[in-house]
């Protein structure tokens, strides 16, 4: 608590003034005969004591209006966190404007943004002179600084726009704190100025928000809310999509979800595929009811695409407050199907059965739906196989084979093709595969075959980050692995450098390794795929309900080819990486991204990725070179669920964000002024005091007019 | 302003004119027969003839009247006793006092007195006069000449309230005095204990004499209208005391009720008419009320 006339609180010295009046002056009450005292003498001494209480009650209500009134006018005000002085002393202010996708909700012809640019540069106009002021927004790596000067800041605040890949307040916040603390000002405020939606508030970010905050002392918050209380909006979630690089045999699946914020409304969502010419072409629609709070599944299904980039969008017909949130972008490729060659010992169809199946099952083949062509082919006649035509090679329980095809392999590998290897019982004498050409391939060298004849050991994958394992991510614990159990694998020993484990067994020896060779990668899997269970097998991993392996054969399979590791969708901000090839190295490139921006990406021809950072728009990004015959690629962008997210926190949410912080909330310019004047100079008691005064000065003449009544 | 005139108002007398206090005692004692009356040889003397009505004595039908108009009439008669009134006064200083009134209690008394002692006198019979303090002071002996009226008002008119009194000791000292059964009339605010004063009315009582005790207050001691601080002193001791009025009313009014309450019951046991009083009334009315309902109890 502060005075603003401190000197005025002696006057409560006042108060010996009535102490005095009460012992020593006494006022004399009138004497009067009366013959009948005899009736009162009885209740004397009860009316003594009421009488002295009245007039000690006298005496304190005058020494208490007395203290109060010099309290009054000593001007007292209390202050919630915030360094003394006056109101016009200079501030170092951070202004923090969210420019996430959300604030362009537009309601009363106005949106978000907009709404906390107004407040924005009134606020601006408020602050005292001489402030040093820096204005902030959530744009993801931002530098930011103290603007020259105030015109400065009123421009940076004008050219305020949403930016797709936005960070959370709290993480701008901490930006802010740390450029305050190099302020010498001792007043520090910060304005938050969001529309209070959770997204923009991560409830995991609320001991750091805190931990930031207290660095600063003395310093004000101030959440100006710019939301609306009660929106309503219609928005799709992430697409989801079937595989990022399809056959042309394949059926494209597109899986996402209707959410509802406030009214209920029946919606039609729509799928376009944009034709050679980049215009959209309408190819579905669905109708659904929106409810709140519930998110209605949408699927479409797309077939015949035929190979090429394939680019198109999900949106919702019509218009609602946010826009940002309506539509959902995507890009695939589709490939020829992979020609996959298996080599396996005689009879190689026998061995070859199950990885052919699950690769290739019979009523796709049927159908022609089939992402695979797979040749079975013995292992003896690999010698002269021409490898060239394959995506993939798979040696199912490979016998020793001579150095000249281990070579053939490494080859075909290190020109960026895969080679998978299912060591089984044939691998037999190891010195065979342990030669340095089979090493080429090997993920190391065999050591020996482990035997675990009592079922318990089994693929227990540890971690689900390799593409391979990328469908189990969903169902980590609900894969029955311990139903197919190991009974003999290969120890391997001296891996060379570069080598992973995909796949454990659940004693932690590992079951799957990858190695990169040249620019392709070879896979060993340390425990054969073909094993039948009539014959003493190593594993009953193809036996009866085999679904986890058949899933993990076709990820090994699509991994080989390159379907599984290529990204063609991302977030706005992410880097976007392409995969080249000899056919699509080229020197530069021409980048075309939405809103009908093109620019020039330079390259260098024995790269075989290509990253673009330019990816702050949503929308279809097609990435060309060579004419109509060269280079067609192709990649989306879209926001991120969290930035479209429109549900707001609570009163208490916000609160609890803040923990021990206080700051002040407000909604409207009236009370932005009186919390910034109540934060700066205190909440002035004097009103209240003096009608406290006015009520015991009131009280006191009561008293007094009823005690000496003439 | 002769002092017959000025405690003795033509109004008051019009007042209590018609009312016949003696009356009331001697078919009082005739009914009660609590002891001898000495009035039942009283002589008659015709009044007026009236209408027999049902409840009539026939004995007292005209039988002469009768035969003249063939009607029943009943003869009344004025009576005629030999009572003897004492107005008994009480001359201490609380009684000089008034807070806002135009009469003290003395003079409001003295106007009770006049009046009562008009009527007997008007009815012929003998009134006197005790005045006392601590003891007896004054004693006018009881005649019932007209003259005596003056005689009973000018000694009133010259006594003046002052001093301590004791009326338990004088009361004790008139009931000695007296010889026949008589009519006493107490005059006093009995500010003092309540048990002496009540034993000396006993005596009283007990010496055959008709006790009327007329209970004289001032307003100011009946409705205690003083407001906020007061000192108030006690004429008799001077003893002084700071109050709170308005917080005392109360509590002084449940004394004061609850004092005169204990002589009301007290009295009506001892057959004994108590006549509560204040200055504020108009002393012929309550008065007049007070002999009305005597008339009524009769």
Redesign the interface.
Known sequence: MTFLHFSLLAGSALIAVPIILHLVMRRKPTLMEFPALRFIQKRRDVNQRRLQLRHLLLLLLRTGAIALLAFALARPSIKFGMAGGSQEAPVAAAMIFDASPRMEYRHENQTRLEAAQDLGLWLLAQLPGQSEIVVLDTRLGTAAAFQPDRGAAKERITRLESVANSTSLPAAVAGAVNLLKQSRLPRKEIYIFTDLSRGAWPEGQAASLQRHVAELKDCGIYVIDVGVSKPTDYGLNEVRLSGEVLSNRSTLKLTTELSCVGAPAPRVVELQMLDADRKPRKRSEQSCEAIPGELQPIDFRVGGLEPGTHQGLVRIVGQDGLAADDVRYFTVAVKPAWRVLVAAPKPAENHALFVTEALAPAVYRKRGQARYDCDICELEKLATRPLEEYAAVCLLDPTPLKPAVWKKLADYASEGHGVAVFLGRNALPVESFNKPQAQDILAGKLLRQARRPDGDLHLAPRGLQHPILAPFRGQAGAIPWEMFPVFRYWELDQTPKGTSVVLQYNDGRPAVLERSVGRGLALTMTTPISDRPNRKPWNLLPVGEAWPCMILANQMAAYLVGGSEQQFNYFAGQTAVLQLDDATARRGYMLFAPGDLSFPIPAELNRRELTITATDRVGNYRLQAGGADGVDLGFSVNYASEQTRLDRLTDQELAALFGPIQYRLARTRQQINRDISAGRVGRDLFPPMILIVALVLSLEMLVANRFYKE | MSTAEKYLKPEVIRQIKRLDLRAQFIVKGFLQGLHASPFHGFSVEFSEHRKYTSGDDPKDIDWLVYAKTDKYYVKKFEAETNITGYLVMDLS??MG?T?RQELTKFDYSICLAAALCYLMIHQQDPVGLLTFDQKIRHSLRPKARRSHLGDVLSLLANLKPEGETDIAHSLVQVAAMLRHASLVMIFS?L?TEFGPVMESLYRLRHDGHDVILFHV??E??VFFP???????????TQ??????A???RS??LD??ES?RDRYRRECFQAGIDYVPLDTSMHFDRALGEYLLRRSGQG
Do not use: H, K, N
Request: net charge negative.
């Open positions: 200083r609380s006092y807070y605010d500010l207050l001032d100011a001691e003083f407001e906020g601080m007061v000192e108030l002193e006690e004429p008799e003893q002084r005391m700071s109050l709170d308005d917080g005392f509590s002084y004394e004061v004092f």
